[in-house]
């Protein structure tokens, strides 16, 4: 059953300390064998039937780790050397480590670059794959807290490999239909029109998508747009909405694309746009549309937005990041969206396109919660390893969970959150397995909250592919990032996994089940998938 309510745990740190922020280059896939042997208006996700009760601790079990002390900084309890095993992103940490902590994203970039590849008939470049943007690409059933921060959900189901189950970590937003009385939103639209914009599915897209937003936007909102090619200016300072609707659609209609693309000089005028049109008691967001191939001045990400850091630091202006184009430069887009403090998403249509500016714009622009980060702790009396299933680059230091100097995740509202685990129970063993708590930020006072569900191995459904439909997604969402990520080596497949081909076939049953135009996309692109795979 799953469990959720309030927890404020306090315990003992990780004992092998790490430094630095919060990104590290490399997934932790934490593993132990111990004496020989775990975000205006627009379309929401549903919401389920989840029940609630307190969040307590239950393991009973010696040694269960509880989710780090409340303080900004650890003392090590002795230092222990990483066991890489294969792939760099799959290395296993030796115990005592029961601890996964990282910070929540809701990027999805990956998964719409990595779909726009194979309609094209090839494969995406496995270093574009990142498996959380697969799964949190879909939508959820988590039950939905009435105000602002998180539910937890926390379920799983028995793989059909002895001892494995996937585990799921559920979070999720208030409904973006109960934004209400939400705050206007300040939004300066960085938009490239560099030569390369003028391919089919690009600059058309954007202008398309923006005009109809316009259209959906309050009177007490405010638009800034800056265009670049190999230099940037602001075409349109901030202006209210008001009676100026026909000023923006000219703006919108006039922009061509240019000469070559200097990415850098359009991000800082952006956020000189934003600065200069900053309003207090807004929602103040840099909104960045690209195929992010920077080929002119500062193409490095991290020294194009230390440039604008004092926007972000003081200011709290969030950077949004949309790719679009065939040829599309992933790696700078997911960089400068998690510098920035923000997150990315990928469009290839008119559909697509629509439906980020339109339906999901409460979610990508609004904020609910600033600096989220989860970590999950699980009972080393009932499981022997385990593994979290991407975000590779967002790890946090498990003593770092409740420091809030260090940096999460912004959520919107209408966001889920989903973090998949591959999890190898003892033999025989029953009662707790698994803690998963909250943390985050007031986007307002600032202010820190938690929240905390639990899992016992009982209501481990006992079949992975009779176990409810959107868990079903989720797994052929994993497994399918899985695939392609490992392409044509020899790393081992997640625990359970099945052939590309079997998978094509569940995925088209799942999507069958779902009723939903976006699990049939996917089910199209795992059987596109394995034929280019063969």
């Given at each position: 059953?799953?469990?959720?309510?309030?927890?404020?745990?306090?315990?003992?740190?990780?004992?092998?300390?790490?430094?630095?922020?919060?990104?590290?280059?490399?997934?932790?896939?934490?593993?132990?064998?111990?004496?020989?042997?775990?975000?205006?208006?627009?379309?929401?996700?549903?919401?389920?039937?989840?029940?609630?009760?307190?969040?307590?601790?239950?393991?009973?079990?010696?040694?269960?780790?509880?989710?780090?002390?409340?303080?900004?900084?650890?003392?090590?309890?002795?230092?222990?050397?990483?066991?890489?095993?294969?792939?760099?992103?799959?290395?296993?940490?030796?115990?005592?480590?029961?601890?996964?902590?990282?910070?929540?994203?809701?990027?999805?970039?990956?998964?719409?670059?990595?779909?726009?590849?194979?309609?094209?008939?090839?494969?995406?470049?496995?270093?574009?794959?990142?498996?959380?943007?697969?799964?949190?690409?879909?939508?959820?059933?988590?039950?939905?807290?009435?105000?602002?921060?998180?539910?937890?959900?926390?379920?799983?189901?028995?793989?059909?490999?002895?001892?494995?189950s996937l585990v799921r970590v559920g979070l999720a937003t208030r409904d973006a239909a109960q934004s209400g009385m939400r705050p206007p939103a300040a939004l300066t639209f960085v938009?490239?029109?560099?030569?390369?914009?003028?391919?089919?599915?690009?600059?058309?897209?954007?202008?398309?998508?923006?005009?109809?937003?316009?259209?959906?936007?309050?009177?007490?909102?405010?638009?800034?747009?800056?265009?670049?090619?190999?230099?940037?200016?602001?075409?349109?300072?901030?202006?209210?909405?008001?009676?100026?609707?026909?000023?923006?659609?000219?703006?919108?209609?006039?922009?061509?694309?240019?000469?070559?693309?200097?990415?850098?000089?359009?991000?800082?005028?952006?956020?000189?746009?934003?600065v200069k049109g900053l309003r207090e008691g807004a929602t103040n967001r840099v909104v960045l549309i690209s195929d992010a191939l920077a080929n002119t001045g500062e193409t490095d990400?991290?020294?194009?937005?230390?440039?604008?850091?004092?926007?972000?630091?003081?200011?709290?202006?969030?950077?949004?990041?949309?790719?679009?184009?065939?040829?599309?430069?992933?790696?700078?887009?997911?960089?400068?969206?998690?510098?920035?403090?923000?997150?990315?998403?990928?469009?290839?249509?008119?559909?697509?396109?629509?439906?980020?500016?339109?339906?999901?714009?409460?979610?990508?622009i609004d904020l609910t919660a600033r600096d989220a980060k989860a970590q999950v702790a699980f009972d080393p009396e009932t499981v022997n390893q385990f593994r979290l299933i991407g975000?590779?680059?967002?790890?946090?230091?498990?003593?770092?969970?409740?420091?809030?100097?260090?940096?999460?995740?912004?959520?919107?509202?209408?966001?889920?959150?989903?973090?998949?685990?591959?999890?190898?129970?003892?033999?025989?063993?029953?009662?707790?397995?698994?803690?998963?708590?909250?943390?985050?930020?007031?986007?307002?006072?600032?202010?820190?909250?938690?929240?905390?569900?639990?899992?016992?191995?009982?209501?481990?459904?006992?079949?992975?592919?009779?176990?409810?439909?959107?868990?079903?997604?989720?797994?052929?969402?994993?497994?399918?990032?899985?695939?392609?990520?490992?392409?044509?080596?020899?790393?081992?497949?997640?625990?359970?996994?099945?052939?590309?081909?079997?998978?094509?076939?569940?995925?088209?049953?799942?999507?069958?089940?779902?009723?939903?135009?976006?699990?049939?996309?996917?089910?199209?692109?795992?059987?596109?998938?394995?034929?280019?795979?063969?």
């Amino acid at each position: 059953m799953t469990r959720t309510g309030n927890d404020e745990h306090t315990g003992r740190p990780r004992r092998r300390p790490r430094t630095g922020r919060r990104r590290r280059p490399v997934a932790i896939l934490i593993g132990l064998t111990l004496a020989g042997g775990l975000l205006l208006t627009g379309c929401g996700a549903g919401d389920s039937n989840g029940s609630s009760t307190d969040g307590s601790n239950k393991s009973g079990g010696r040694g269960f780790p509880q989710p780090a002390p409340n303080r900004t900084s650890g003392t090590s309890q002795g230092e222990q050397k990483d066991t890489p095993t294969g792939d760099a992103s799959r290395e296993f940490a030796p115990s005592p480590d029961y601890l996964s902590t990282f910070a929540l994203d809701v990027d999805t970039a990956s998964y719409g670059y990595a779909r726009r590849a194979l309609a094209d008939g090839r494969l995406p470049d496995a270093s574009t794959v990142r498996p959380e943007e697969f799964v949190n690409s879909f939508r959820q059933d988590y039950r939905r807290p009435d105000g602002n921060g998180f539910s937890v959900t926390v379920d799983g189901a028995r793989t059909r490999e002895k001892d494995w189950s996937l585990v799921r970590v559920g979070l999720a937003t208030r409904d973006a239909a109960q934004s209400g009385m939400r705050p206007p939103a300040a939004l300066t639209f960085v938009i490239d029109i560099s030569g390369s914009m003028g391919e089919p599915g690009r600059l058309d897209l954007a202008k398309d998508a923006l005009g109809v937003m316009t259209d959906r936007l309050r009177d007490d909102d405010s638009i800034a747009v800056v265009t670049f090619s190999d230099e940037a200016r602001t075409v349109l300072p901030m202006t209210r909405i008001g009676h100026h609707r026909d000023r923006i659609y000219d703006v919108i209609r006039g922009l061509e694309p240019t000469e070559s693309t200097n990415l850098g000089a359009g991000v800082r005028t952006g956020y000189a746009t934003a600065v200069k049109g900053l309003r207090e008691g807004a929602t103040n967001r840099v909104v960045l549309i690209s195929d992010a191939l920077a080929n002119t001045g500062e193409t490095d990400a991290d020294a194009i937005l230390e440039n604008i850091s004092t926007a972000r630091r003081e200011h709290g202006i969030t950077l949004f990041g949309v790719g679009v184009g065939s040829e599309y430069g992933d790696a700078l887009m997911e960089r400068l969206a998690d510098k920035g403090d923000g997150h990315t998403t990928y469009v290839s249509t008119i559909e697509d396109a629509r439906k980020v500016f339109c339906e999901q714009l409460p979610q990508n622009i609004d904020l609910t919660a600033r600096d989220a980060k989860a970590q999950v702790a699980f009972d080393p009396e009932t499981v022997n390893q385990f593994r979290l299933i991407g975000y590779d680059d967002r790890q946090v230091a498990d003593e770092d969970f409740r420091n809030d100097r260090v940096d999460g995740g912004e959520i919107g509202p209408g966001h889920t959150v989903t973090a998949l685990y591959a999890v190898r129970t003892r033999p025989g063993a029953s009662g707790h397995l698994a803690t998963a708590s909250v943390r985050w930020l007031d986007p307002d006072t600032r202010a820190p909250h938690e929240e905390s569900g639990q899992l016992e191995t009982g209501s481990l459904d006992k079949d992975l592919w009779t176990s409810s439909t959107r868990l079903q997604v989720d797994a052929v969402a994993a497994y399918f990032a899985d695939d392609l990520r490992r392409g044509d080596d020899n790393s081992s497949p997640l625990p359970g996994a099945l052939p590309l081909g079997e998978l094509a076939d569940r995925a088209h049953r799942v999507a069958s089940a779902a009723e939903d135009k976006a699990v049939d996309d996917l089910a199209d692109s795992v059987e596109r998938a394995s034929g280019l795979m063969g």
